[in-house]
């Protein structure tokens, strides 16, 4: 239960159905500057955690893939299956149980997850070419940055995206699954066309949608804190996702 106001309460299942009613739940305040000072000490924090997830993500890849040793004994093991298996297993976790976990775990397990990304992520190393991996992340930030500006200042409701993004998030797995079948390399160059269109669309929509989140009077640090995260874990996967496919669309593989 988080409490808004005296008399205002919000039940929530989890942090994405708080995320999906901020409008209806948001505080209507007259001080604007008050309102504008908690969006903006709300995304510092959003874009802090999210920043040293990345670095965690970016060293830990750099040093495994960059290590002949360590990137040969991770891809002939089964250990790289069990690391991919236990990614998955952790962001659901994070997602469906944030609400019930303290904010020290939380911030755990969310930066455990970001060192499994750095383990899987370490293949990019073997596969591509460093100079292409550099472009690929540059666009990305570039991208990134350009949105989540938009997203923030923008004084056009995002929210109408909702339905088409989500559509195109079941589309993009769908189309995912069966050319994991087909194996064809014009799916794949389509597939992550589109899926740098969707992520590219959904920075913008995610980043409104967390300030608009930040903008509530809530009491409690602790839960506030622990929205940050959820927010920050949003854009985490917003930014990887679409650095994913964009070294597949850019990047030069290694001869």
Known sequence: MLKVSKN???????????LKNERKSMIFNNNYSRVDSLAQ??????????????SITSAIAYVIGTSPVLMSS???????????????GLVMFLSWRLQYLSYA????????????????????FYAYTMESIYLALAVTAGTFFVMALYGYFTKADLSGLNGILTMGMFGLFIAMFANWFFNSPVGDYYISLAAVGIFTLLTAYDTQ?????????????????????FGALILYLDFINLFIHLLRLLGKKKD
């Open 8 to 18: 205002v309460k919000i039940n929530i299942q989890g942090p994405y159905d708080l």
């Open 105 to 124: 775990t939380a911030v755990t397990a969310f930066l455990g997850y970001s060192a499994l990304c750095g383990v899987t992520f370490s293949v990019f």
């Open 41 to 54: 000490n709300f995304m510092y924090k959003v874009y802090g955690l999210m920043a040293f997830a990345l």
């Open 209 to 229: 949608k967390i300030k608009n989140m930040g903008q509530y009077g809530i009491v409690s640090s602790e839960d506030r804190n622990k929205l940050a995260l």
């Open 74 to 88: 991770i891809i002939s093991s089964p250990l790289f299956l069990v690391v991919g298996i236990a990614q998955i």
